[in-house]
């Protein structure tokens, strides 16, 4: 058996176990720990609503709770470490949890573009919902806002998963079908906004050289 097989059963296992309380705990380990996959708790969590054990705003509320727990903790590390420390932390413990420097980085990068609207779009995006807090901590965000726009991004997240496994009950295990394919469709948006970006800049550089050439042999003809 795999890791994420054997992730899965014991996620399956804990949410039969503690119901809701499973979904939040769980859900908060997810936040913290990249490979405890939300794809399989949420959807799980929506074919128990189908079935009538748990009811769907109080699932999605306790999971967004959840998420909220995960992210402060990751906020607090960011906040109390500082990036020298939190960089030597992540190169140290980050492979336990599949979790680089360079995943740091690129979300340093997103936060450093995009600014606190980051907090609440990567809440959706993969690889960034869950470190995405690291840097906000960082920064030290103001908290007010940062708890506001995680609970919007993790609930927006939570209700699309547990509505998924709602929808399609005994299938739920699909939602990771359907995940994985949202996954890459994120990612290749993202991948593509770069590209264009740097062409961009680079056509944008090459223009101005064009300008400038000409504008100075303009100048020497006027010269001459």
């Known amino acids: 058996m795999s890791i994420l097989a054997g992730i899965e059963t014991w996620a399956i296992d804990v949410i039969d176990k503690l119901g809701y ?25 929506g074919f128990q609503v189908a079935a009538g054990r748990f009811s769907f705003p109080l699932v999605v509320g306790i999971a967004t709770i959840g998420s909220l727990i995960g992210a402060l903790v990751l906020y607090g590390m960011g906040f109390w470490f500082g990036p020298e420390r939190l960089r030597r932390f992540v190169a140290r413990t980050g492979k336990y949890v599949l979790v680089s420097v360079d995943d740091l980085d690129n979300v340093q990068a997103k936060f450093d573009r995009y600014g606190a609207a980051a907090v609440l779009g990567g809440r959706v995006v ?24 995680t609970a919007i991004g993790s609930a927006a997240w939570n209700g699309l998963l547990v509505g998924l496994g709602w929808a399609l009950r005994d299938q739920w295990k699909k939602v990771s079908n359907y995940a994985s394919f949202y996954d890459y469709l994120v990612l290749g948006a993202i991948g593509g906004g770069v590209i264009w970006f740097i062409w961009s800049r680079v056509n944008k550089r090459r223009t101005n050289r064009i300008i400038t050439h000409e504008t100075a042999l303009t100048g020497d003809e006027g010269q001459v």
């Open 21 to 45: 309380i499973g979904v939040g705990g769980l859900v908060a380990l997810e936040t913290i720990i990249p490979p405890i996959p939300s794809e399989v708790i949420l959807p799980l969590a």
């Open 126 to 149: 993969p690889g960034v919902r869950s470190l995405i807090s690291l840097p906000a901590g960082l920064v030290r965000m103001p908290l007010g806002r940062f708890v506001l726009y």
